[in-house]
């Protein structure tokens, strides 16, 4: 049977073993930080050197809790996106006069920054931003659309962020006689969040395609004086994802389209379509992380508005390299 060797091993996280622990030229393996440790001696100075088998760690939080600072780590980057905005629900009124659609809801800002981790804590509290609350359905005759809800704010350390943060989006406003008001930009960040679109009389408004965080939600459609239905906006894409997220349309018949992430920032949600003698369609949720939900369409008395989407919620992601 073939020797096995084995030497010197812990598999505790950060576990480092003393000069006294071993001898000159004498290895030691963490094998839970995947780290090799030898003892050095130049004649003068006797020492533990650390040779790291990683060359990165990442941590991903979805939910708040806090992250603890990996031994042996030298620089750190980290990316932080907001909550999305929610989206607000269309009007419910009575046939022959003007019923907006909900507004789409704005996307969430996105901070990204880099820390010589000699710089950092021990540990870091990580709060992630909620997604903001979609604007409920109308199911009373004669009522105005519900606005959506601002997205929660991402950060890192204590409020207001001791090491970074990133806002989330501006709500989207019930529809009334008007379409409802989109959710602006979002500025509270390195990167924007995107603008959502309008709701419309007839049509709802895309979100402009322009963020450079997450996008922000479609506009719902409505009903106008003259009871012609329209189509949802569609939701933004970001300037990293490259597409969108299609509105509502009751004439195929098609439902909004939910925000479309690549792993980090994501699109609006495509805002409800309108239709006659029938319910409004919902707005679609924002795409995670931090898309903005699209807006409720409108509908007539008798049939449920549309509900607006709920906004994307936010994330941290924490990079160590060693």
């Given at each position: 049977m073939?020797?096995?060797?084995?030497?010197k091993?812990?598999g505790t996280a950060?576990?480092?073993?003393t000069t006294?622990?071993?001898l000159?030229g004498?290895l030691?393996?963490?094998?839970?930080d995947?780290?090799?440790?030898?003892?050095?001696?130049?004649?003068?100075?006797?020492?533990?050197?650390?040779?790291?088998?990683?060359?990165c760690?990442?941590?991903?939080?979805?939910?708040?809790g806090?992250w603890?600072?990996?031994?042996?780590?030298?620089?750190?980057?980290g990316i932080?996106?907001?909550?999305?905005?929610?989206g607000?629900?269309?009007?419910?009124g009575a046939?022959?006069?003007a019923?907006?659609?909900?507004g789409?809801?704005?996307?969430?800002?996105?901070?990204e920054?880099?820390w010589?981790?000699?710089?950092?804590p021990?540990?870091?509290?990580?709060?992630?931003?909620?997604?903001?609350?979609?604007?409920?359905?109308?199911?009373?005759?004669?009522?105005?659309?519900?606005s959506?809800?601002?997205?929660?704010?991402t950060?890192l350390?204590?409020s207001?962020?001791?090491?970074?943060?990133?806002?989330?989006g501006?709500?989207?406003q019930?529809?009334?006689?008007a379409?409802?008001?989109?959710?602006?930009?979002?500025?509270?960040?390195?990167?924007?969040?995107?603008?959502a679109?309008?709701?419309?009389t007839?049509?709802?408004t895309?979100?402009?395609?322009?963020?450079?965080?997450?996008?922000?939600?479609g506009?719902?459609a409505?009903l106008?004086?003259?009871?012609?239905?329209?189509?949802g906006?569609?939701?933004?894409?970001?300037?990293?994802?490259?597409?969108?997220?299609?509105?509502g349309?009751t004439?195929?018949p098609?439902?909004?389209?939910?925000g479309?992430s690549?792993?980090?920032?994501s699109?609006?949600?495509?805002?409800?379509?309108s239709?006659l003698?029938?319910?409004g369609?919902?707005?679609?949720a924002?795409g995670?992380?931090g898309?903005?939900?699209?807006?409720g369409?409108?509908?007539?008395?008798g049939?449920?508005?549309?509900?607006?989407?709920?906004?994307?919620?936010?994330?941290?992601?924490?990079?160590?390299?060693?």
């Amino acid at each position: 049977m073939a020797d096995i060797i084995r030497h010197k091993r812990s598999g505790t996280a950060g576990a480092e073993p003393t000069t006294g622990d071993l001898l000159q030229g004498e290895l030691a393996v963490n094998y839970y930080d995947g780290a090799v440790f030898m003892e050095t001696d130049d004649g003068t100075t006797v020492a533990i050197a650390r040779i790291d088998g990683r060359k990165c760690k990442v941590d991903k939080f979805t939910t708040s809790g806090t992250w603890t600072k990996p031994a042996g780590a030298k620089m750190v980057y980290g990316i932080m996106v907001g909550g999305g905005g929610g989206g607000g629900s269309g009007r419910r009124g009575a046939a022959s006069t003007a019923r907006g659609g909900g507004g789409g809801g704005g996307g969430a800002a996105v901070t990204e920054t880099t820390w010589n981790a000699s710089d950092l804590p021990a540990t870091l509290s990580v709060t992630i931003g909620a997604g903001g609350t979609a604007g409920a359905a109308r199911t009373t005759n004669d009522t105005n659309g519900v606005s959506g809800g601002n997205g929660g704010v991402t950060r890192l350390g204590n409020s207001p962020g001791d090491y970074g943060r990133a806002v989330g989006g501006n709500l989207g406003q019930g529809g009334t006689t008007a379409g409802g008001s989109a959710g602006a930009a979002q500025t509270g960040g390195i990167f924007d969040g995107g603008a959502a679109g309008a709701g419309g009389t007839r049509n709802g408004t895309a979100a402009p395609v322009y963020a450079k965080g997450s996008g922000g939600g479609g506009g719902g459609a409505g009903l106008s004086a003259g009871n012609l239905y329209g189509v949802g906006g569609d939701g933004s894409g970001t300037a990293r994802i490259g597409t969108t997220a299609l509105g509502g349309n009751t004439d195929d018949p098609e439902p909004a389209t939910a925000g479309v992430s690549n792993g980090i920032v994501s699109t609006g949600g495509g805002g409800g379509g309108s239709g006659l003698a029938q319910a409004g369609q919902d707005g679609a949720a924002g795409g995670a992380y931090g898309g903005g939900g699209g807006g409720g369409a409108a509908s007539e008395n008798g049939y449920n508005s549309g509900a607006g989407g709920a906004g994307g919620a936010g994330v941290v992601v924490i990079i160590t390299y060693f």
